[in-house]
């Protein structure tokens, strides 16, 4: 089944996950926060502008523990939290990826900004829905998609049809641990 993406976005509500656009969306996401939550640094923006470096422990209750060389641990509230980004330096060209730009039917995911905010809102404003992401980091065929160089080459490109089409995400779409996720952002 080919997937032509090529089309800008329109941004649509969070819950509308049963579409391809949206799964893609999501995953690349999901997979950003769990990689954020590994165990290395991270950068953790805030409302407010400001900017905390450390790892990520995990979230309770809405609140982030996070570890800093400078302050200790630091509780944070969710709400308070505008983006997480991976202390990671991996680039297209280092795991071998395709520019987006150099093909006009790949719709970069940059042409999804709204839809992605608006789920990563949604995700890091429901405590229960991060308990469930927090708990996926650990399962090894999750981890085994994040350390698979090929699919981070696309992620890292933004290379959506590319994506839909790698056979290690489409064994994860039926993974019944991020079914339920899906599940749960579509209610709400």
């Known amino acids: 089944m080919a997937m032509h993406l090529s089309h800008r976005r329109q941004a649509q509500p969070a819950k509308a996950l049963n579409s391809w656009p949206a799964c893609l969306l999501w995953f690349v996401l999901m997979s ?9 640094t991270s950068h953790l923006e805030l409302t407010d502008g400001s900017i905390v470096i450390g790892e990520v422990l995990g979230m309770h209750d809405g609140i982030y523990r996070i570890r800093t060389s400078s302050l200790g641990n630091l509780d944070i509230e969710a709400s308070r939290i505008r983006a997480i980004r991976s202390n990671d330096s991996t680039t297209p060209a280092d795991v071998g990826s395709i520019n987006p730009a150099a093909n006009p039917t790949i719709s970069p995911i940059s042409d999804y900004g709204a839809e992605i905010e608006s789920l990563k809102r949604q995700m890091l ?6 308990q469930m992401i927090l708990a996926l980091q650990d399962d090894p065929a999750l981890q ?9 080459g696309l992620i890292a490109s933004g290379n959506l049809n590319a994506i839909s089409q790698h056979p290690r995400f489409r064994e994860l779409l039926e993974h019944p641990g991020i079914r339920a996720v899906i599940k749960q952002m579509q209610i709400r």
Do not use: E, V
Request: net charge negative.
């Open 32 to 40: 950003s926060i769990c990689s954020a939550m590994a165990g290395d």
């Open 144 to 152: 085994q998609a994040l350390s698979d160089p090929q699919l981070q």
């Open 125 to 130: 404003g429901n405590a229960d829905l991060m």
